[in-house]
Protein backbone atom coordinates (compact mmCIF):
# COMPACT_ATOMS: atom_id res chain seq x y z
CA UNK A 1 0.00 0.00 0.00
CA UNK A 2 2.86 2.51 0.88
CA UNK A 3 4.64 1.59 -2.39
CA UNK A 4 2.30 0.08 -5.26
CA UNK A 5 -0.64 1.61 -4.26
CA UNK A 6 0.63 4.53 -3.68
CA UNK A 7 2.74 4.99 -7.30
CA UNK A 8 -0.54 3.50 -8.73
CA UNK A 9 -2.75 6.33 -8.00
CA UNK A 10 -0.72 9.16 -9.53
CA UNK A 11 -2.21 7.24 -13.27
CA UNK A 12 -5.14 5.88 -14.62
CA UNK A 13 -5.16 2.52 -15.84
CA UNK A 14 -2.84 -0.98 -15.15
CA UNK A 15 -2.04 -3.95 -15.31
CA UNK A 16 -0.04 -6.06 -12.84
CA UNK A 17 2.15 -9.25 -12.97
CA UNK A 18 3.48 -11.99 -10.35
CA UNK A 19 -0.12 -12.67 -8.79
CA UNK A 20 1.06 -15.51 -6.16
CA UNK A 21 1.87 -12.51 -3.34
CA UNK A 22 -0.32 -10.20 -4.25
CA UNK A 23 -3.23 -13.18 -3.05
CA UNK A 24 -1.97 -13.54 0.20
CA UNK A 25 -2.13 -9.87 0.85
CA UNK A 26 -5.13 -8.61 -1.06
CA UNK A 27 -8.34 -9.58 -2.69
CA UNK A 28 -9.00 -8.55 -6.27
CA UNK A 29 -11.85 -6.31 -5.77
CA UNK A 30 -8.60 -4.09 -3.58
CA UNK A 31 -6.86 -4.01 -6.46
CA UNK A 32 -9.59 -2.74 -8.54
CA UNK A 33 -10.84 0.04 -6.10
CA UNK A 34 -7.15 1.14 -7.37
CA UNK A 35 -7.82 1.06 -10.95
CA UNK A 36 -6.03 -1.56 -11.36
CA UNK A 37 -7.63 -3.49 -13.99
CA UNK A 38 -6.01 -6.87 -14.91
CA UNK A 39 -4.00 -9.38 -12.97
CA UNK A 40 -1.56 -11.74 -14.86
CA UNK A 41 1.15 -13.93 -14.68
CA UNK A 42 4.49 -12.76 -16.12
CA UNK A 43 5.75 -16.51 -17.46
CA UNK A 44 2.27 -16.58 -19.62
CA UNK A 45 1.28 -15.67 -23.34
CA UNK A 46 -0.26 -11.98 -23.01
CA UNK A 47 -1.12 -9.15 -25.98
CA UNK A 48 0.09 -6.02 -25.91
CA UNK A 49 -1.91 -3.04 -24.33
CA UNK A 50 0.02 -0.56 -25.60
CA UNK A 51 -2.44 2.29 -24.02
CA UNK A 52 -1.44 0.85 -20.25
CA UNK A 53 0.98 0.85 -18.20
CA UNK A 54 2.18 -2.20 -16.32
CA UNK A 55 2.74 -2.59 -12.63
CA UNK A 56 5.62 -5.63 -12.68
CA UNK A 57 5.72 -6.87 -9.57
CA UNK A 58 8.77 -9.78 -9.84
CA UNK A 59 11.36 -11.80 -7.77
CA UNK A 60 15.10 -10.44 -8.73
CA UNK A 61 15.88 -13.55 -10.77
CA UNK A 62 17.29 -14.10 -14.08
CA UNK A 63 13.73 -15.79 -15.52
CA UNK A 64 11.82 -12.90 -14.39
CA UNK A 65 13.98 -10.30 -15.38
CA UNK A 66 14.10 -12.14 -18.77
CA UNK A 67 10.52 -12.38 -19.20
CA UNK A 68 10.56 -8.56 -17.95
CA UNK A 69 12.77 -7.83 -20.86
CA UNK A 70 11.21 -9.47 -23.20
CA UNK A 71 7.98 -7.57 -22.82
CA UNK A 72 9.70 -4.38 -24.10
CA UNK A 73 13.30 -5.44 -26.25
CA UNK A 74 11.61 -6.08 -29.51
CA UNK A 75 8.27 -4.54 -29.50
CA UNK A 76 6.90 -2.92 -26.33
CA UNK A 77 3.57 -4.41 -24.95
CA UNK A 78 2.63 -1.90 -22.79
CA UNK A 79 2.82 1.94 -22.45
CA UNK A 80 5.34 2.24 -19.33
CA UNK A 81 6.81 -0.22 -16.78
CA UNK A 82 6.90 0.23 -12.91
CA UNK A 83 9.12 -2.65 -11.52
CA UNK A 84 8.73 -3.57 -7.98
CA UNK A 85 11.10 -6.44 -6.33
CA UNK A 86 10.59 -8.75 -3.75
CA UNK A 87 14.20 -8.48 -2.60
CA UNK A 88 17.44 -6.64 -3.42
CA UNK A 89 18.03 -7.22 -7.35
CA UNK A 90 21.40 -8.18 -8.38
CA UNK A 91 23.56 -5.57 -10.29
CA UNK A 92 23.92 -7.32 -13.37
CA UNK A 93 20.27 -8.00 -13.84
CA UNK A 94 19.91 -4.50 -12.84
CA UNK A 95 21.80 -3.26 -15.63
CA UNK A 96 20.29 -6.07 -18.21
CA UNK A 97 17.43 -4.06 -17.50
CA UNK A 98 18.73 -1.05 -17.69
CA UNK A 99 20.29 -1.85 -21.48
CA UNK A 100 17.12 -2.87 -22.49
CA UNK A 101 14.38 -1.40 -21.43
CA UNK A 102 15.45 2.03 -19.58
CA UNK A 103 13.20 4.36 -21.61
CA UNK A 104 10.29 2.39 -20.55
CA UNK A 105 10.60 2.20 -16.95
CA UNK A 106 9.11 5.07 -15.01
CA UNK A 107 9.79 3.16 -11.26
CA UNK A 108 12.06 0.78 -9.90
CA UNK A 109 11.59 0.03 -6.36
CA UNK A 110 12.95 -2.78 -4.50
CA UNK A 111 10.41 -3.70 -1.31
CA UNK A 112 11.46 -6.31 0.98
CA UNK A 113 8.50 -8.51 0.41
CA UNK A 114 10.22 -12.01 -0.75
CA UNK A 115 7.93 -14.52 1.28
CA UNK A 116 4.24 -15.60 1.54
CA UNK A 117 2.55 -14.44 4.72
CA UNK A 118 0.48 -17.18 5.08
CA UNK A 119 -1.64 -16.16 8.15
CA UNK A 120 -1.86 -13.52 10.86
CA UNK A 121 1.09 -14.84 12.91
CA UNK A 122 2.32 -17.18 10.27
CA UNK A 123 4.79 -16.47 7.12
CA UNK A 124 6.52 -19.04 4.37
CA UNK A 125 8.50 -18.97 1.63
CA UNK A 126 7.91 -18.67 -1.87
CA UNK A 127 9.64 -22.03 -3.13
CA UNK A 128 11.12 -24.45 -1.40
CA UNK A 129 12.38 -28.56 -1.43
CA UNK A 130 12.25 -30.37 2.01
CA UNK A 131 15.61 -32.16 -0.08
CA UNK A 132 17.01 -28.96 -0.04
CA UNK A 133 18.26 -29.35 3.85
CA UNK A 134 17.93 -33.31 4.30
CA UNK A 135 18.49 -34.91 1.04
CA UNK A 136 22.36 -35.88 0.57
CA UNK A 137 22.26 -35.45 -3.36
CA UNK A 138 22.14 -31.91 -2.27
CA UNK A 139 22.65 -29.78 -5.62
CA UNK A 140 19.58 -32.18 -7.06
CA UNK A 141 17.77 -29.77 -4.92
CA UNK A 142 19.44 -26.56 -5.07
CA UNK A 143 16.08 -24.62 -5.63
CA UNK A 144 15.82 -23.60 -2.09
CA UNK A 145 19.57 -23.01 -0.39
CA UNK A 146 19.96 -21.84 2.77
CA UNK A 147 20.95 -18.70 1.31
CA UNK A 148 17.96 -17.93 -0.41
CA UNK A 149 16.05 -18.83 2.89
CA UNK A 150 18.47 -15.90 4.25
CA UNK A 151 17.28 -13.76 1.51
CA UNK A 152 13.90 -13.96 2.66
CA UNK A 153 13.89 -14.24 6.41
CA UNK A 154 15.67 -10.91 6.16
CA UNK A 155 12.68 -9.25 4.35
CA UNK A 156 10.37 -10.99 6.93
CA UNK A 157 12.29 -8.62 9.65
CA UNK A 158 11.92 -5.71 7.32
CA UNK A 159 8.72 -5.88 6.53
CA UNK A 160 8.01 -5.58 10.31
CA UNK A 161 10.92 -3.28 10.49
CA UNK A 162 12.73 -5.35 13.41
CA UNK A 163 16.46 -5.74 13.54
CA UNK A 164 16.80 -8.64 15.95
CA UNK A 165 19.37 -10.07 18.05
CA UNK A 166 19.81 -14.13 16.43
CA UNK A 167 20.27 -17.37 18.67
CA UNK A 168 19.80 -20.85 16.60
CA UNK A 169 19.38 -24.51 18.47
CA UNK A 170 22.57 -26.12 19.15
CA UNK A 171 22.07 -29.72 18.48
CA UNK A 172 22.92 -31.93 15.76
CA UNK A 173 21.92 -28.51 14.11
CA UNK A 174 24.49 -27.54 11.40
CA UNK A 175 21.61 -25.68 8.85
CA UNK A 176 20.18 -23.80 11.93
CA UNK A 177 23.61 -22.62 12.79
CA UNK A 178 24.37 -21.78 8.87
CA UNK A 179 21.30 -20.19 8.51
CA UNK A 180 21.45 -17.93 11.81
CA UNK A 181 25.11 -16.68 10.70
CA UNK A 182 23.50 -16.14 7.19
CA UNK A 183 20.64 -13.88 8.62
CA UNK A 184 22.67 -12.05 10.91
CA UNK A 185 25.65 -11.09 8.59
CA UNK A 186 22.38 -10.08 5.63
CA UNK A 187 20.61 -7.95 8.26
CA UNK A 188 23.42 -5.85 9.12
CA UNK A 189 24.23 -5.55 5.69
CA UNK A 190 20.29 -4.56 4.97
CA UNK A 191 19.96 -2.41 7.77
CA UNK A 192 23.26 -0.44 6.75
CA UNK A 193 22.09 0.10 3.26
CA UNK A 194 19.14 1.66 4.81
CA UNK A 195 17.85 4.48 2.87
CA UNK A 196 17.64 6.86 5.50
CA UNK A 197 21.28 7.31 5.39
CA UNK A 198 21.41 5.88 9.36
CA UNK A 199 22.76 2.64 10.77
CA UNK A 200 19.38 1.27 12.74
CA UNK A 201 20.16 -0.42 15.88
CA UNK A 202 18.75 -3.46 17.44
CA UNK A 203 15.19 -3.38 18.14
CA UNK A 204 13.01 -5.02 20.69
CA UNK A 205 13.31 -8.95 18.77
CA UNK A 206 14.60 -11.38 19.10
CA UNK A 207 15.21 -14.36 16.36
CA UNK A 208 15.23 -18.16 17.32
CA UNK A 209 16.05 -20.87 14.21
CA UNK A 210 15.38 -23.99 14.82
CA UNK A 211 15.15 -27.22 12.34
CA UNK A 212 12.25 -29.49 12.19
CA UNK A 213 14.11 -32.65 14.12
CA UNK A 214 13.68 -30.70 16.92
CA UNK A 215 10.05 -32.00 18.02
CA UNK A 216 9.29 -35.12 14.93
CA UNK A 217 6.14 -35.93 17.20
CA UNK A 218 3.81 -32.78 16.53
CA UNK A 219 3.97 -32.62 12.93
CA UNK A 220 2.67 -37.04 13.14
CA UNK A 221 0.45 -36.79 15.87
CA UNK A 222 -3.63 -37.09 14.95
CA UNK A 223 -4.02 -33.60 16.42
CA UNK A 224 -7.83 -33.06 17.54
CA UNK A 225 -8.02 -29.19 17.32
CA UNK A 226 -9.95 -28.13 14.02
CA UNK A 227 -7.47 -26.52 11.63
CA UNK A 228 -5.06 -29.26 12.29
CA UNK A 229 -7.69 -32.36 12.17
CA UNK A 230 -9.41 -30.50 9.01
CA UNK A 231 -5.67 -30.46 7.00
CA UNK A 232 -5.05 -34.25 8.24
CA UNK A 233 -8.41 -35.42 7.46
CA UNK A 234 -9.67 -33.96 4.28
CA UNK A 235 -7.88 -32.89 0.93
CA UNK A 236 -7.77 -29.29 1.65
CA UNK A 237 -5.35 -28.13 -1.12
CA UNK A 238 -3.90 -24.24 -1.39
CA UNK A 239 -6.43 -23.39 1.53
CA UNK A 240 -9.25 -24.43 -0.31
CA UNK A 241 -12.37 -27.14 0.68
CA UNK A 242 -14.41 -28.30 -1.96
CA UNK A 243 -17.76 -29.95 -1.10
CA UNK A 244 -21.27 -30.47 -2.32
CA UNK A 245 -23.81 -28.28 -1.78
CA UNK A 246 -27.30 -29.78 -0.50
CA UNK A 247 -28.83 -29.28 -4.39
CA UNK A 248 -25.80 -31.51 -5.75
CA UNK A 249 -23.54 -28.56 -6.88
CA UNK A 250 -19.93 -28.17 -6.70
CA UNK A 251 -18.37 -25.82 -4.07
CA UNK A 252 -15.56 -24.94 -2.75
CA UNK A 253 -14.23 -22.51 0.36
CA UNK A 254 -10.99 -20.36 0.91
CA UNK A 255 -10.27 -21.11 4.18
CA UNK A 256 -8.18 -17.94 5.09
CA UNK A 257 -8.25 -14.77 7.33
CA UNK A 258 -11.34 -13.10 5.51
CA UNK A 259 -13.08 -15.98 7.10
CA UNK A 260 -13.96 -14.32 10.67
CA UNK A 261 -15.72 -17.96 11.19
CA UNK A 262 -12.86 -20.12 10.29
CA UNK A 263 -10.71 -17.88 12.29
CA UNK A 264 -12.63 -18.37 15.18
CA UNK A 265 -12.96 -21.79 15.06
CA UNK A 266 -9.54 -23.24 13.23
CA UNK A 267 -7.59 -23.41 16.96
CA UNK A 268 -10.99 -24.65 19.30
CA UNK A 269 -11.04 -28.67 19.89
CA UNK A 270 -13.13 -30.07 17.88
CA UNK A 271 -15.39 -31.41 20.75
CA UNK A 272 -15.70 -27.79 21.56
CA UNK A 273 -16.33 -26.47 17.73
CA UNK A 274 -19.49 -29.54 17.47
CA UNK A 275 -20.53 -27.67 20.72
CA UNK A 276 -20.12 -24.14 19.15
CA UNK A 277 -22.20 -24.33 15.69
CA UNK A 278 -25.35 -25.93 16.78
CA UNK A 279 -25.41 -22.74 19.25
CA UNK A 280 -24.11 -20.72 16.48
CA UNK A 281 -26.43 -21.87 13.87
CA UNK A 282 -29.44 -20.55 16.46
CA UNK A 283 -28.07 -17.34 17.28
CA UNK A 284 -28.05 -16.98 12.95
CA UNK A 285 -31.31 -18.15 12.62
CA UNK A 286 -32.81 -16.01 15.12
CA UNK A 287 -31.00 -12.66 13.57
CA UNK A 288 -31.73 -14.26 10.23
CA UNK A 289 -27.92 -12.95 9.19
CA UNK A 290 -25.52 -14.85 7.57
CA UNK A 291 -22.10 -15.23 9.51
CA UNK A 292 -19.15 -13.38 8.54
CA UNK A 293 -17.25 -15.35 5.46
CA UNK A 294 -17.67 -17.33 2.74
CA UNK A 295 -18.44 -20.69 4.58
CA UNK A 296 -21.85 -21.03 6.02
CA UNK A 297 -22.98 -22.74 9.03
CA UNK A 298 -24.95 -25.02 6.58
CA UNK A 299 -21.50 -25.66 4.74
CA UNK A 300 -19.51 -26.12 7.99
CA UNK A 301 -21.68 -28.44 9.92
CA UNK A 302 -22.11 -30.90 6.29
CA UNK A 303 -18.30 -30.36 6.39
CA UNK A 304 -17.64 -31.66 9.77
CA UNK A 305 -20.05 -35.08 9.04
CA UNK A 306 -17.66 -35.63 6.47
CA UNK A 307 -14.70 -35.91 8.50
CA UNK A 308 -13.92 -39.77 8.94
CA UNK A 309 -14.85 -40.63 12.24
CA UNK A 310 -12.33 -41.32 14.84
CA UNK A 311 -11.59 -44.84 16.17
CA UNK A 312 -10.85 -45.22 19.63
CA UNK A 313 -8.09 -47.54 19.22
CA UNK A 314 -5.91 -45.23 17.15
CA UNK A 315 -6.82 -42.25 19.40
CA UNK A 316 -5.98 -44.32 22.38
CA UNK A 317 -2.35 -45.12 20.49
CA UNK A 318 -1.97 -41.05 19.23
CA UNK A 319 -2.97 -39.47 22.61
CA UNK A 320 -0.40 -37.87 24.42
CA UNK A 321 2.91 -38.68 24.24
CA UNK A 322 2.06 -42.42 23.10
CA UNK A 323 3.43 -42.90 26.83
CA UNK A 324 0.68 -41.65 28.96
CA UNK A 325 -3.20 -43.67 29.34
CA UNK A 326 -6.01 -41.37 29.31
CA UNK A 327 -5.43 -40.60 32.58
CA UNK A 328 -2.29 -39.55 31.80
CA UNK A 329 -0.14 -42.31 34.10
CA UNK A 330 3.13 -43.89 32.07
CA UNK A 331 2.51 -46.71 30.16
CA UNK A 332 4.51 -49.62 31.33
CA UNK A 333 4.53 -50.94 27.89
CA UNK A 334 4.23 -49.08 25.00
CA UNK A 335 4.44 -52.00 22.35
CA UNK A 336 1.34 -53.70 23.70
CA UNK A 337 -0.21 -50.60 23.38
CA UNK A 338 1.19 -50.03 19.61
CA UNK A 339 0.48 -53.82 18.78
CA UNK A 340 -3.54 -53.86 18.69
CA UNK A 341 -2.82 -50.64 16.25
CA UNK A 342 -0.55 -52.74 13.67
CA UNK A 343 -3.04 -55.78 13.20
CA UNK A 344 -6.47 -53.61 13.28
CA UNK A 345 -6.80 -52.85 9.22
CA UNK A 346 -5.89 -48.89 9.24
CA UNK A 347 -4.16 -47.40 6.34
CA UNK A 348 -0.22 -47.56 5.93
CA UNK A 349 -0.13 -43.73 6.40
CA UNK A 350 -1.78 -44.43 9.90
CA UNK A 351 0.17 -47.40 11.13
CA UNK A 352 3.65 -45.56 9.94
CA UNK A 353 2.23 -42.56 12.05
CA UNK A 354 1.88 -45.21 15.04
CA UNK A 355 5.37 -47.39 14.88
CA UNK A 356 7.56 -43.70 14.27
CA UNK A 357 5.29 -41.97 17.49
CA UNK A 358 6.48 -45.39 19.52
CA UNK A 359 9.72 -45.01 18.35
CA UNK A 360 9.73 -41.11 18.89
CA UNK A 361 8.34 -41.97 22.39
CA UNK A 362 11.55 -44.04 23.56
CA UNK A 363 14.63 -42.05 21.40
CA UNK A 364 14.75 -44.93 19.25
CA UNK A 365 14.84 -48.60 19.16
CA UNK A 366 16.77 -51.62 18.52
CA UNK A 367 17.29 -52.93 14.84
CA UNK A 368 15.62 -56.50 15.72
CA UNK A 369 13.11 -54.31 16.58
CA UNK A 370 12.14 -52.00 13.78
CA UNK A 371 12.64 -55.06 11.87
CA UNK A 372 9.73 -56.71 13.43
CA UNK A 373 7.77 -53.41 13.42
CA UNK A 374 8.35 -52.93 9.40
CA UNK A 375 7.14 -56.23 8.89
CA UNK A 376 4.14 -55.75 10.37
CA UNK A 377 3.13 -52.95 8.83
CA UNK A 378 4.46 -54.12 5.38
CA UNK A 379 6.47 -51.69 3.94
CA UNK A 380 9.73 -53.68 3.93
CA UNK A 381 10.32 -52.07 0.29
CA UNK A 382 9.49 -48.66 2.08
CA UNK A 383 11.28 -48.70 4.95
CA UNK A 384 12.37 -45.02 3.78
CA UNK A 385 9.53 -44.07 5.91
CA UNK A 386 10.91 -44.76 8.98
CA UNK A 387 14.65 -44.85 8.25
CA UNK A 388 15.14 -41.53 6.73
CA UNK A 389 14.27 -39.43 10.06
CA UNK A 390 17.42 -40.10 10.91
CA UNK A 391 18.66 -37.32 8.50
CA UNK A 392 17.10 -34.92 10.51
CA UNK A 393 18.97 -35.81 13.85
CA UNK A 394 16.17 -37.39 15.24
CA UNK A 395 17.40 -40.94 16.91
CA UNK A 396 15.42 -44.56 15.22
CA UNK A 397 18.40 -47.23 15.88
CA UNK A 398 19.66 -47.36 19.29
CA UNK A 399 21.48 -49.94 21.48
CA UNK A 400 19.26 -50.80 24.12
CA UNK A 401 21.89 -50.30 26.52
CA UNK A 402 22.45 -46.34 25.41
CA UNK A 403 18.77 -44.89 24.91
CA UNK A 404 19.33 -41.46 25.32
CA UNK A 405 17.19 -39.02 27.40
CA UNK A 406 14.73 -37.28 26.35
CA UNK A 407 14.98 -33.52 27.07
CA UNK A 408 12.52 -32.18 30.55
CA UNK A 409 9.27 -30.69 29.32
CA UNK A 410 7.28 -27.82 30.97
CA UNK A 411 4.60 -29.33 33.58
CA UNK A 412 1.13 -28.70 31.75
CA UNK A 413 -0.69 -30.97 34.50
CA UNK A 414 -2.72 -27.89 35.88
CA UNK A 415 -3.87 -26.84 32.41
CA UNK A 416 -7.45 -27.97 31.44
CA UNK A 417 -7.55 -29.59 28.35
CA UNK A 418 -9.17 -32.75 26.49
CA UNK A 419 -7.89 -35.73 27.86
CA UNK A 420 -6.98 -36.92 24.89
CA UNK A 421 -5.25 -33.65 23.45
CA UNK A 422 -2.42 -33.62 26.54
CA UNK A 423 0.56 -33.26 23.76
CA UNK A 424 2.05 -29.77 23.50
CA UNK A 425 4.57 -29.06 20.69
CA UNK A 426 7.60 -28.47 22.32
CA UNK A 427 7.98 -25.32 20.33
CA UNK A 428 5.50 -23.62 22.96
CA UNK A 429 7.67 -24.76 26.06
CA UNK A 430 10.34 -22.89 23.89
CA UNK A 431 8.46 -19.76 23.31
CA UNK A 432 7.40 -19.20 26.98
CA UNK A 433 10.79 -20.23 28.13
CA UNK A 434 12.09 -17.08 25.31
CA UNK A 435 9.70 -14.65 26.70
CA UNK A 436 10.77 -15.37 30.58
CA UNK A 437 14.24 -15.68 29.42
CA UNK A 438 14.66 -19.46 30.37
CA UNK A 439 16.62 -20.24 27.32
CA UNK A 440 19.62 -21.81 27.63
CA UNK A 441 22.24 -19.91 26.15
CA UNK A 442 24.23 -23.19 26.08
CA UNK A 443 21.30 -25.04 23.83
CA UNK A 444 20.35 -21.62 22.00
CA UNK A 445 23.90 -20.09 21.74
CA UNK A 446 23.49 -16.07 20.73
CA UNK A 447 24.62 -15.31 16.70
CA UNK A 448 24.14 -11.95 17.72
CA UNK A 449 23.76 -9.74 20.40
CA UNK A 450 19.99 -9.65 21.61
CA UNK A 451 18.67 -5.99 22.97
CA UNK A 452 17.75 -4.96 26.44
CA UNK A 453 14.34 -6.64 26.27
CA UNK A 454 15.58 -10.22 26.36
CA UNK A 455 18.40 -9.74 28.73
CA UNK A 456 16.79 -10.81 31.58
CA UNK A 457 15.16 -8.09 31.96
CA UNK A 458 11.18 -7.30 31.46
CA UNK A 459 10.61 -10.92 31.15
CA UNK A 460 6.90 -11.75 31.20
CA UNK A 461 5.60 -14.85 32.82
CA UNK A 462 3.52 -16.65 30.14
CA UNK A 463 0.82 -17.68 31.92
CA UNK A 464 0.09 -15.09 34.38
CA UNK A 465 -3.08 -13.39 34.56
CA UNK A 466 -4.43 -10.18 32.84
CA UNK A 467 -7.53 -7.97 33.76
CA UNK A 468 -10.33 -7.98 30.81
CA UNK A 469 -9.72 -4.84 29.20
CA UNK A 470 -6.58 -5.56 28.13
CA UNK A 471 -7.97 -8.22 26.30
CA UNK A 472 -7.09 -6.69 23.01
CA UNK A 473 -4.11 -5.30 24.24
CA UNK A 474 -0.93 -6.69 21.76
CA UNK A 475 2.64 -6.12 22.55
CA UNK A 476 4.78 -3.13 24.16
CA UNK A 477 7.60 -3.38 21.86
CA UNK A 478 8.76 -6.80 21.50
CA UNK A 479 8.57 -9.22 19.41
CA UNK A 480 9.47 -13.17 19.13
CA UNK A 481 9.93 -14.40 15.54
CA UNK A 482 10.65 -18.59 15.27
CA UNK A 483 12.01 -19.74 12.26
CA UNK A 484 11.40 -23.60 11.59
CA UNK A 485 13.75 -25.40 8.86
CA UNK A 486 12.37 -27.84 7.44
CA UNK A 487 8.60 -27.62 7.52
CA UNK A 488 5.63 -26.21 10.32
CA UNK A 489 2.49 -28.25 11.70
CA UNK A 490 -0.75 -26.27 12.42
CA UNK A 491 -0.63 -26.56 15.92
CA UNK A 492 2.74 -25.30 16.42
CA UNK A 493 0.81 -22.10 14.09
CA UNK A 494 -1.85 -22.35 17.09
CA UNK A 495 1.03 -21.94 19.75
CA UNK A 496 2.31 -18.90 18.37
CA UNK A 497 -1.18 -17.42 18.87
CA UNK A 498 -1.89 -18.51 22.01
CA UNK A 499 1.43 -17.06 23.65
CA UNK A 500 0.76 -14.05 22.10
CA UNK A 501 -2.70 -14.23 23.88
CA UNK A 502 -1.63 -15.02 27.23
CA UNK A 503 1.15 -12.44 27.06
CA UNK A 504 0.19 -8.89 26.03
CA UNK A 505 3.86 -7.83 26.02
CA UNK A 506 4.95 -9.42 23.35
CA UNK A 507 4.16 -11.00 19.52
CA UNK A 508 4.61 -14.61 18.24
CA UNK A 509 5.13 -14.68 14.79
CA UNK A 510 6.17 -17.91 13.66
CA UNK A 511 7.54 -19.32 9.91
CA UNK A 512 8.93 -21.94 8.24
CA UNK A 513 9.79 -23.31 5.03
CA UNK A 514 6.54 -24.40 4.25
CA UNK A 515 3.46 -25.43 5.93
CA UNK A 516 2.86 -29.98 6.58
CA UNK A 517 0.78 -32.07 6.99
CA UNK A 518 1.19 -35.51 8.60
CA UNK A 519 0.79 -36.74 4.73
CA UNK A 520 2.99 -34.08 2.89
CA UNK A 521 6.23 -34.62 5.78
CA UNK A 522 6.02 -38.75 5.61
CA UNK A 523 6.31 -38.54 1.59
CA UNK A 524 8.90 -35.82 1.92
CA UNK A 525 10.77 -37.93 4.59
CA UNK A 526 10.19 -41.45 2.13
CA UNK A 527 11.47 -39.19 -0.92
CA UNK A 528 14.58 -38.19 0.72
CA UNK A 529 15.94 -41.94 0.05
CA UNK A 530 15.12 -41.86 -3.64
CA UNK A 531 17.62 -41.21 -6.56
CA UNK A 532 16.85 -38.13 -8.54
CA UNK A 533 14.66 -39.40 -12.06
CA UNK A 534 15.98 -36.23 -13.48
CA UNK A 535 18.32 -33.11 -13.05
CA UNK A 536 17.70 -29.60 -13.58
CA UNK A 537 20.50 -26.63 -13.66
CA UNK A 538 20.77 -24.44 -10.22
CA UNK A 539 19.16 -21.36 -12.12
CA UNK A 540 16.13 -23.19 -13.21
CA UNK A 541 15.51 -24.41 -10.27
CA UNK A 542 15.91 -21.83 -8.36
CA UNK A 543 13.43 -19.95 -10.31
CA UNK A 544 10.60 -22.41 -10.20
Known amino acids: QDTIIADCRKSKVWKVGQPSILSSCCKMSDLMSEKITIVEDLYKNREPVLEMKAIYFISPTAKCVDAFIGDFKQKPKYKAAYVYFTDYCPDDLFNNMKLYCAKYIQVCKEINLSFLPQEAQVSGCKVCSFGSFYCHISSFYAGCTLETLADQLVTICATLDEYPGVRYKNKNMENAKTLAELVDNKLARHYELDDSGKKKGK ?30 LIDIQKDIYQYKAKDGSEKEALLNEDDMLWVKLRHKHIAEVSEQIPKMLKEISASKKQPDGKITISNLSQMMKKMPSFRKELTECFQDRLGSDVDGMKVKDPMRTLLPVLLHPYSIHDKIRAVLLYIFSLNGTTDENLSKLIQHVKIEDEREYILNWKRLGVPIITESSIFSRKPTRRDRSQEQTYNLSRWTPVIKDVMEDAVENKLDTKEWPHQSECPAAWN ?11 KPNAQDERRTGSRLIIFIIGGISFSEMRSAYEVTQAVKSCEVIVGSSHILTPTSLLNDIKALGKEPMETFTIEERSNA
Not at 213 to 231: C, K
Request: zero cysteines; charged letters at 15%; glycine letters at 8%.
Open 203 to 232: TQAQLLIVERGFDPVSPILHELTYQAMAYD
Open 456 to 466: GSGAVSARQKH
